[in-house]
């Protein structure tokens, strides 16, 4: 299937401009809220055991949660419709940037242990946008249910399908004529 190579328009918009003709499936915010209020309830119960390194862990993972929530902004970062995806200014919560899925070639998480967390489309005229977001499985479930052939790790495995493997017993003996 060959996807046509059109120059894709990039140009952000305000969210009152933009039409979407499909039903809204998920907003995926920069925090993990949940994890952190769940923290927050973990570090109340290590303080509450009265126990010497439960208070002082209690205390130190409370404080980092606070931090957290007070200190580190919230913004959507995407909105999840049935055919298309909006991708928002990290600077305004007003502009976005509107991309139909016909217009991805391909997508993929960047799920690391240190460093970015976030979801990286790569478009049909070879550009690449990433944007950072810490609500990554929430992303990708909602992207896999509207793209899942054209995640990078499913197209790898349909290449690797299609690919003639012979094998070879390598304890066989080789006839010797």
């Given at each position: 299937?060959?996807?046509?190579?059109?120059?894709?328009?990039?140009?952000?918009q305000?969210?009152?401009?933009?039409?979407?003709?499909s039903?809204?499936?998920?907003?995926?915010?920069?925090?993990?809220?949940?994890?952190?209020?769940?923290?927050?309830v973990?570090?109340?119960?290590?303080?509450?055991t009265?126990?010497?390194?439960g208070?002082?862990?209690?205390?130190?993972?409370?404080?980092?949660?606070?931090?957290?929530i007070?200190?580190?902004?919230?913004?959507?970062?995407?909105?999840?419709?049935?055919?298309a995806?909006l991708?928002?200014?990290?600077k305004?919560d007003?502009?976005?940037?509107?991309?139909?899925?016909?217009?991805?070639?391909?997508?993929?998480v960047?799920?690391?242990?240190?460093?970015?967390?976030?979801?990286i489309?790569?478009?049909?005229?070879?550009?690449?946008?990433a944007?950072?977001?810490f609500q990554?499985?929430?992303a990708?479930?909602?992207?896999?249910?509207?793209?899942?052939?054209?995640?990078?790790?499913?197209?790898?495995l349909?290449k690797?399908?299609?690919?003639?493997?012979t094998?070879?017993?390598?304890?066989?003996?080789?006839?010797?004529?």
């Amino acid at each position: 299937m060959e996807e046509k190579t059109t120059n894709i328009k990039l140009e952000p918009q305000p969210i009152s401009e933009v039409e979407i003709d499909s039903n809204h499936l998920a907003t995926i915010m920069y925090k993990n809220n949940l994890a952190i209020y769940v923290m927050v309830v973990i570090s109340i119960i290590l303080i509450i055991t009265l126990n010497i390194w439960g208070v002082i862990f209690g205390i130190l993972l409370l404080a980092v949660c606070l931090f957290v929530i007070f200190k580190i902004k919230d913004y959507k970062c995407f909105e999840i419709y049935q055919d298309a995806i909006l991708i928002y200014s990290d600077k305004k919560d007003d502009t976005v940037i509107k991309i139909n899925y016909h217009d991805i070639k391909e997508w993929t998480v960047n799920n690391k242990q240190q460093g970015s967390n976030g979801i990286i489309l790569i478009l049909n005229d070879g550009r690449t946008i990433a944007k950072e977001t810490f609500q990554i499985n929430k992303a990708y479930n909602h992207l896999s249910k509207v793209m899942e052939e054209k995640e990078s790790r499913v197209i790898e495995l349909n290449k690797l399908r299609n690919e003639k493997i012979t094998l070879e017993n390598p304890f066989k003996s080789k006839k010797k004529k």
